[in-house]
């Protein structure tokens, strides 16, 4: 009993650190923000805060790490449904509207973080974004594509999140669907030419 009580609190204690650093995050670089503030927002004593990170950005970064794990889970389990990608997209932005301040924080440029990266290294482990090009003679052009895919997708999530998420889910995905698939008829088109005029 006494250990899940040890439990309990050092998870509370984590909770309100990260709630306090993404208050702070939302006006402000993480280079600008001090241990000090945290711990005063989130009413923990310094003590306690480098009992469990070494400093804001070590925070940070376990934000990050447990964020990236949250969304593979999520992916892995809803992938195993054999559903579309479209009714993958909206899910993943239904889990990024019910954590809005959270991702708001990590994609701005504010977090100065890796979070963008790691999210596109995820995608791609993961094949969540799959061309029907024949570029069998050039893949990095598939890969180029994709890359482009995902950093165009996380800027619009991005936009719409801090926008207020004024378009429903479905439209997002819609959206997104269309401006990948529009992207991807025009350089299929272009490879395709290059072949008949080469």
Known sequence: MAKKKIDRRVRYTKDVLKEAL??????????????????????????????????????????ERQTIQDIHTFVAKERSRQITLHTMLCLF???AAQNAKLFRVLLNERSDSAFSDEVIRLVKELALVETHLEFKTKPRVVEYIQLFSITGSLRVIEKWLEDGMIESIDEVADLLLLLFNHRVLKEETHYLRGLRDG
């Open 22 to 63: 993404i208050l702070l995050m939302a006006d402000n670089h993480i280079s600008k923000i001090s241990v000090k503030k945290i711990c005063e927002i989130a009413d923990v004593n310094r003590s306690t805060f480098y009992a469990h990170y070494e400093n804001q950005y070590d925070l940070l970064s376990h934000i």
């Open 93 to 95: 932005l239904e889990y």
